[in-house]
């Protein structure tokens, strides 16, 4: 009994724990995108001002 | 040294958060007193304006700062285009597949017999591939 609720524990943990790591990588991955998007260059930001006027 | 600029070296020199070492390298020689004499079309007026402006207000900075940014452009000691483009010569190269922006750069270094500074990769590239094109200003080794 007490091995069964141990493991049920650790299962939990993990499933806690994978959920966890997959919501922080997503947020990782929005913190990046949000950088890349900020780190144009000069040439690239004068290309996108000349398409949307 | 005498050169035209694009819109992508100067926008580097006044936004330099992320330029290139062309632009840096060019500012180093052109800041105050430097020994550079920088030409432009009156086209990069336009083209600098604007893109700052658009850049900065969309990230939040506010319309006081970019009036300072661009006060600091029109200090910039640039030789300004006196004459018109010859027509012929710009649909020429807008007929060779270059932008209309591109292609009035071109045309104007070609008028002065100048070479052109441009960290544009897309524009680098064709003038690279081109013979008859003006020569691009490099780092040196």
């Known amino acids: ?37 900020h780190k144009k260059t000069g040439a690239q930001r004068v290309r996108e001002s000349r398409r949307s006027g | 040294m005498r050169y035209v600029v694009d819109a992508s070296i100067v926008y580097d020199w006044l936004i330099p958060e992320n330029a290139a ?14 020994p550079d004499r920088v030409h432009a079309p009156l086209l990069l007026q336009s083209e600098v304006v604007n893109t700052v402006v658009r850049d900065e207000l969309k990230r939040g900075r506010p319309a006081a700062v970019v009036r300072s940014l661009i006060r600091t452009f029109a200090g910039y000691r640039i030789h300004w285009q006196a004459d018109p483009l010859p027509a012929t010569r710009l649909a020429e190269l807008r007929l060779a597949g270059l932008t209309g922006q591109d292609a009035t750069y071109v045309a104007f ?8 500074a441009t960290v544009d990769e897309r524009l680098a590239r064709v003038l690279r591939a081109w013979r008859g094109g003006p020569a691009l200003v490099a780092l040196r080794d």
């Open chain 2, 109 to 116: 270094a070609q008028a002065l017999r100048l070479p052109l």
């Open chain 2, 21 to 34: 070492a062309l632009s840096r390298a060019l500012w180093e020689r052109f800041r105050g007193a430097g």
């Open chain 1, 1 to 37: 009994m007490r091995t069964t609720l141990s493991a049920e524990a650790k299962k939990i943990r993990t499933r806690e724990q994978r959920e966890r790591l997959a919501r922080e990588t997503e947020r990782l991955g929005r913190i990046l995108v949000r950088y890349i998007k």
